[in-house]
């Protein structure tokens, strides 16, 4: 009996000392923790360990991030900007398992994703131009809420 994979696409990087890096979109994938980053050290997967997770706008700019297209091309990309000198990248793999659900997650509408839209209902009253007459003071008030009471 063979094991279901629990992944839709990934992205493997290995660089000079045999490091990888790998990024998974997993069948859950939100919005705000769409791609999975691990790093394996060796061939064992034993010792690959998760470092964090990014949400579907990791790779974009950030300027016009709704006209692009998400996905592990663009994260590719990004790391391949920012490699550095002592370890470069040797070779990069992305590997997409699952062509129709990886198309349709990047296709998905943010909302539909789990990304919620926040209104703040604020009461339009307290930015009208009405002038208020003063509070008045604490005493005046207790003793005025003491004259009612008897």
């Not at 539909?112 to 926040?118: I, M, P, R, S, Y």
């Not at 009405?130 to 207790?142: G, N, S, Y």
Request: glycine residues 4%; contains cysteine.
């Amino acid at each position: 009996m063979t094991k279901k994979s629990n992944v839709i696409a990934r992205l493997t990087i290995i660089r000079t000392d045999g490091k990888k890096t790998i990024v998974e979109v997993q069948p859950g994938a939100t919005f705000h923790a769409f791609y999975r980053v691990y790093v394996q050290e060796g061939r064992r997967w034993s010792t690959k360990r998760q470092v964090r997770v990014a949400s579907r706008n990791e790779g974009l700019m950030a300027t016009n991030a709704h006209l692009q297209t998400p996905g592990l091309e663009a994260f590719a990309k990004r790391i391949a900007v920012f490699q550095s000198t002592t370890n470069p990248v040797v070779s990069s793999k992305i590997q997409i398992i699952k062509k129709r659900v990886y198309r349709r997650l990047l296709a998905a509408a943010p909302e539909a994703l789990g990304l919620t839209k926040c209104r703040v209902n604020v009461p339009m009253e307290r930015f009208s131009r009405q002038v208020r007459e003063a509070r008045k003071p604490i005493r005046v008030r207790l003793h005025i809420s003491e004259a009612v009471a008897r």
